[in-house]
């Protein structure tokens, strides 16, 4: 009788193992993540209005319809990155991601930073030689550091009414993005 219930429970042990090793394996093996869905846009170093999403076609990105989104890909390698631009007066955010499609930094206009988006992105080094005072930044700067070279740099902006979203849309192209190397 306890054999059996060995076998049964080192089955079950070698099953939940092998569980875990597939489902943490999977995303890494996916040819299709949020990297390469936005690899066609040509977002590097600056800032690409996102077509609206209409009701009934494809939303690969799974976006909200009712918001206006900016896209930026940016590269730490080739310099520090920099976002800025006076964004209207309704709620806004910003948010860093990785390769992996993971968020490494986010903020909204609720934290105090008003229309006025001025965001420097630096990885390690630079992020020393800006402790050293080897790099200047601009005042006021709101400083972040990436663990990771590669980012998107994603803004989003909610327009009160939608016959608000043209006026949205061009003033959120004005912003600039990208490394100034």
């Known amino acids: 009788m306890i054999r059996p219930l060995l076998w049964l429970l080192a089955g079950a042990v070698l099953g939940g193992i092998i569980h875990i090793v597939v489902i943490l394996t999977l995303p890494a093996l996916a040819e299709q993540s949020l990297w390469t869905r936005v690899a066609a ?24 319809p009712e918001l206006v989104y900016g896209l930026c890909r940016v590269d730490l390698s080739q310099g520090p990155a920099y976002v800025s631009g006076i964004l209207p007066d309704a709620f806004w955010s910003v948010a860093l991601f990785n390769r992996s499609g993971i968020v490494t930094y986010s903020t909204t206009n609720r934290d105090g930073i008003g229309q006025t988006l001025e965001l420097g992105i630096f990885n390690a080094a630079q992020t ?3 402790a050293q005072q080897q790099l ?23 327009p009160p009414h939608q016959v608000m979203r043209g006026r949205f849309e061009q003033e959120l192209s004005e912003v600039d993005c990208g490394t100034r190397g």
């Not at 040509?42 to 976006?63: F, H, S, T």
């Open 128 to 130: 020393r030689l800006l």
């Open 41 to 64: 846009i040509e977002a590097d170093n600056r800032m690409v209005i996102l077509p609206q999403v209409e009701a009934g076609k494809p939303n690969p990105l799974g976006l909200d």
């Open 136 to 158: 200047d930044v601009a005042e006021g700067l709101l400083v972040v550091e990436s663990s990771s070279d590669q980012l998107l740099v994603l803004v989003r902006l909610a």
